[in-house]
T-cell receptor, first 114, second 113 residues
Framework: GAVVSQHPSRVICKSGTSVKIECRSL??????MFWYRQFPKQSLMLMAT?????????EQGVEKDKFLINHASLTLSTLTVASAHPEDSSFYIC??????????FGSGTRLTVV | GEDVEQSLFLSVREGDSSVINCTYT??????LYWYKQEPGAGLQLLTY?????DMKQDQRLTVLLNKKDKHLSLRIADTQTGDSAIYFC?????????????FGTGTQLKVEL
């Protein structure tokens, strides 16, 4: 079946540094990638939607200058948390959409900012 | 925005059936999904149903959809300890632009011996 590889699975960084999270669709081309944030014991909140080669569409309240999304190819999307702070600590999950595969989720990245 | 609600917690004994409920408000929902999330992991698609269907069965899983009441349920037969996880319902509809998933609040299923 369709697989989305998300890396890293866990990252601890110092406050003020930037962190990049990658999502790759391994055996299909993802026309659209979604990035979610999940706080402990809560649901997934959509942060942004990106289509290959175009700018991401951010949900209301999500700072596009802080959460930089690049979708340079049909198999790779990256989320960069710029100048991370402790309140950015969360679980980030990507999802790739392709017509015949529906939605396939990455395994998530646990970000801890200290 | 559209809302998708679930009860927070469900506890069942191993071997019993589990029923997880979900209500939604988007009358334009086209597809409705059930996902399973184990601790520290991503989401695993369990099953989905198209909005013009009433019921779908896939091995131990049965999905019922009452479109009039905007109510979706997932029944897990012969629940096992490995079924312990958080279950999310989700929907896509025209309100969300056609391809955005709106997730429910999640139901923590605990299976006891």
């Amino acid at each position: 079946g369709a697989v989305v590889s998300q890396h890293p699975s866990r990252v601890i960084c110092k406050s003020g540094t930037s962190v990049k999270i990658e999502c790759r669709s391994l055996d299909f081309q993802a026309t659209t990638m979604f990035w979610y944030r999940q706080f402990p014991k809560q649901s997934l909140m959509l942060m942004a939607t990106s289509n290959e080669g175009s700018k991401a569409t951010y949900e209301q309240g999500v700072e596009k200058d802080k959460f930089l999304i690049n979708h340079a190819s049909l198999t790779l999307s990256t989320l960069t948390v710029a100048s991370a702070h402790p309140e950015d600590s969360s679980f980030y999950i990507c999802s790739a959409q392709e017509a015949s595969h529906g939605y396939t989720f990455g395994s998530g990245t646990r970000l801890t900012v200290v | 925005g559209e809302d998708v609600e679930q009860s927070l917690f469900l506890s069942v004994r191993e071997g019993d059936s589990s029923v997880i409920n979900c209500t939604y408000t988007d009358s334009s929902s086209t597809y409705l999904y059930w996902y399973k999330q184990e601790p520290g992991a991503g989401l695993q698609l369990l099953t989905y149903i198209f909005s013009n269907m009433d019921m779908k069965q896939d091995q131990r899983l049965t999905v019922l959809l009452n479109k009039k009441d905007k109510h979706l349920s997932l029944r897990i037969a012969d629940t096992q300890t490995g079924d312990s996880a958080i279950y999310f319902c989700a929907e896509t509809g025209l309100t969300g632009g056609g391809n955005k998933l709106t997730f429910g609040t999640g139901t923590q299923l605990k299976v006891e011996l």
